[in-house]
């Protein structure tokens, strides 16, 4: 698989990887922007996990919640119930997601447009009341709580927040190496011929719901996997948290647009933007008018897409343009 990368764009990621790896050093260890940060990368991860469906097939799902949910509660569960390690729940957790994405994909993938996005929304929102219902195993709106133990790598449990916010750096480097992997597959151009003209490609022998299929699989695998990192972080979560079409669903295909739908470095770029973004909102609005915050931030979302409905990643590359010798001043 050829990337196709310059030397500059590969010195480019080293410099920024190694950015990301020290950066924690500068915060407080247990302080809020670390924990902000962790929270940015993890919806990266998720968006990237989005953006092979939603991105290559141009399939807008809105019910990753219910993959996110089900690996949040899947390997919470395992360790309650029988003690099994939070690494062997978030294989189980990728499994399950898996099952759960072949499942639904069987009835909706031949949909198109906004009847894929009411399919997979009602899927979602089904999950959400599975949870509050389901009392005795999910805790339902009481929510369930991660059991503490003693900090350790096994138990994915650690003191120090920094160690949080490493694993979820090599978290949205794993998923952005298996989109990559992916886009550049036949996988991935059939993917994309599928994009451009879904006719045209059965028309030369694409098989576009198989193709669909199992991006949708390795889509929502990937995104239970993550539910497990949020469980593990967060300590504590209830059905609305994690099955939420907002809080979820709606939040990471958001940041893959707002960053740039369709690229590796798109949720990125909108994980840094939308979370921080929010998160100040929060801060500075919430204890005046009720609903404020997410007035204000909502807002200066429109304002964004408006300016550039393609994403950040676009601004950036005509940023990088314009400081190469003869580009567009």
Same mark, same amino acid.
């Given at each position: 698989?050829?990337?196709?990368? =310059? ?14 790896? %020290? ?31 939603? *991105?290559?097939?141009?399939?807008? =799902?809105? *019910? ?10 899947? =390997? ?7 003690? !099994? ?7 189980? =957790?990728?499994?399950? *997601?898996?099952? @759960? ?17 009411? @399919? ?33 790598? %096994? ?22 190496? &298996?989109?990559?992997a992916i886009k550049h597959s036949r996988t991935g151009y059939r993917l994309q011929a599928i994009k451009e003209n879904a006719d045209a490609a059965e028309v030369i022998g ?10 949708? !699989? &390795? ?45 590796? @470095? ?8 939308? !979370? ?21 931030? /909502? ?26 010798? /003869?580009?567009?001043?």
């Open positions: 698989m050829k990337l196709g990368l =310059s030397k500059r764009q590969v010195a480019l990621i080293a410099l920024a990887l190694a950015v990301a790896i %020290v950066l924690p050093f500068a915060f407080d260890a247990r302080g809020y922007t670390i924990r902000i940060l962790c929270l940015g990368l993890l919806f990266a991860a998720m968006a990237q996990a989005w953006n092979i469906v939603g *991105g290559l097939a141009n399939q807008m =799902s809105l *019910g990753h919640a219910a993959f996110f949910g089900i690996g949040a509660y899947t =390997s919470t569960l395992l360790l309650i119930h029988f003690g !099994i390690s939070p690494w062997l729940g978030l294989i189980a =957790s990728g499994v399950l *997601g898996g099952v @759960a994405a072949f499942a639904i994909s069987l009835p909706t993938m031949r949909l198109r447009g906004h009847y894929f996005a009411l @399919a997979t929304l009602a899927f979602g929102e089904v999950m959400r009341v599975i949870g509050n219902s389901w009392s005795d195993l999910t805790g339902g709106p009481v929510g369930i709580s991660v059991p503490f133990a003693k900090p350790s790598f %096994v138990m994915f449990q650690f003191a120090d927040t920094r160690t949080y916010y490493w694993l979820m750096l090599a978290a949205f480097i794993v998923v952005t190496a &298996v989109f990559v694409v098989d576009t719901t198989r193709t669909k299929i199992i991006a949708a !699989i &390795v889509s929502g695998a990937l995104t239970a996997c993550l539910g497990t990192f949020y469980a593990q972080f967060q300590y504590f979560f209830d059905p609305d948290t994690v099955f939420g079409v907002a809080s979820v669903s709606i939040r990471v295909a958001m940041i893959a647009i707002v960053g740039g739908i369709g690229t590796a @470095a798109g949720p990125l770029l909108g994980a840094l933007f939308v !979370i921080p973004l929010e998160e100040a909102a929060n801060q500075v609005f919430s204890a005046q008018v009720a609903g404020l915050a997410q007035l204000v931030f /909502g807002t200066l979302l429109i304002i964004v897409i408006l300016v550039e409905p393609r994403g950040f990643i676009v601004l950036w590359q005509r940023l990088v343009a314009r400081r190469k010798p /003869g580009g567009p001043s």
